[in-house]
């Protein structure tokens, strides 16, 4: 195990490491699962090192200057916030050092350490949902979703069926997040180019990163998958929703489905991530009503 100032690559090696950590911390937003830093691991080139009882990851994303998730372990964490801000500017030499995606708690803790600056990064909030809302969609305000779903039955109903991801689905899920990055045009978006790497590392190693699917199958051909994972002992989150656009209202089947068949008495909350202030999104995650929404934070040294 790496110790800090020294840093190792994130691998699919490190699971066996860092799920214990990760999991007994009970995280609540979204990035702090080993699913997750793997599914984003060639995006942000994720290091990561051990520092007495925290554990430490940094991230690098293109040009813009790198910078650190929030240490992971037992409070009081000022100290550590503290020494690792000013290893990134005297060791690394970064201008503005931060940590971001910190939670509540981390900004509770630094709430009256001298010299610290916390502030809310609302585009990072997560959407977090009642699964029993999003399994069953009943009451008046998700009579919109319901009418979707009727329609979606009415054109497929006899063709169509509902699986839990199993390794021999995998390969049908990664040609249908072929379909979809050709029809979004990946290949000029980054993101969406290392979304997709994203998607097939994890669809290659679903068993060893502990993840949970579900699919759509129309004609016994995948049309939908969803990826996700156990964020707490309360919630599940949801990294990944793919469709097929060409089947009409086929997303909010998959969320239905996914929540209700795998979540739903399981968890009591379902996790859907940020939108990352993009419109359309925030309207499609407002649309589901969210139970609440999980605050998130940049911290930097005044």
């Known amino acids: 195990m790496t110790r800090f100032p020294t840093f190792q690559p994130l691998t699919l090696d490190d699971a066996d490491a860092l799920y214990p950590r990760l999991w007994d911390y009970q995280p609540v937003t979204s990035e702090l699962t080993f699913g997750n830093l793997y599914l984003w691991c060639e995006y942000y080139a994720f290091e990561w090192a051990v520092y007495e009882d925290y554990l430490l990851i940094l991230a690098h994303h293109g040009e813009d200057e790198p910078f650190a998730l929030m240490p992971i372990g037992p409070p009081p964490r000022v100290e550590i916030t503290r020494v690792l801000l000013q290893w990134m500017r005297d060791a690394r030499g970064l201008k503005n050092p931060a940590i971001q995606r910190a939670d509540r708690r981390l900004a509770d ?45 009415h054109v497929y109903g ?5 699986e839990p991801l199993t390794p021999e689905l995998t390969s049908g899920c990664l040609a249908l997040a072929e379909l979809w990055c050709e029809q979004r045009m990946c290949e000029d978006d980054i993101s969406l180019t290392h979304e997709f790497r994203g998607i097939r590392d994890v669809l290659e190693h679903f068993t060893e990163l502990r993840m949970e699917g579900g699919v759509i199958l129309v004609n016994d051909e995948v049309q939908a998958f969803a990826l996700g994972e156990r964020l707490n002992e309360t919630t599940a989150v949801v ?23 795998r979540w739903l008495g399981q968890v009591d909350f379902i996790n859907r991530e940020q939108d990352l202030g993009i419109p359309g999104l925030r309207r499609a995650k407002e649309s589901y009503y969210p139970d609440h929404l999980v605050e998130k934070f940049t911290v930097r040294q005044e």
């Open 158 to 162: 006899l063709d169509y069926a509902y």
């Open 239 to 261: 990294h990944i929703e793919k469709a097929n656009p060409n089947f009409r209202n086929i997303y909010p089947m998959m969320t239905k489905s996914f929540s209700e068949q």
């Open 109 to 153: 803790e630094l709430e009256s350490a001298e010299g610290m600056d916390v502030t809310p990064t609302r585009d990072d909030f997560d959407y977090v949902y009642r699964s029993a809302d999003l399994g069953t969609l009943e009451g008046r305000r998700y009579s919109k979703k319901r009418n979707h779903i009727n329609q979606f039955l």
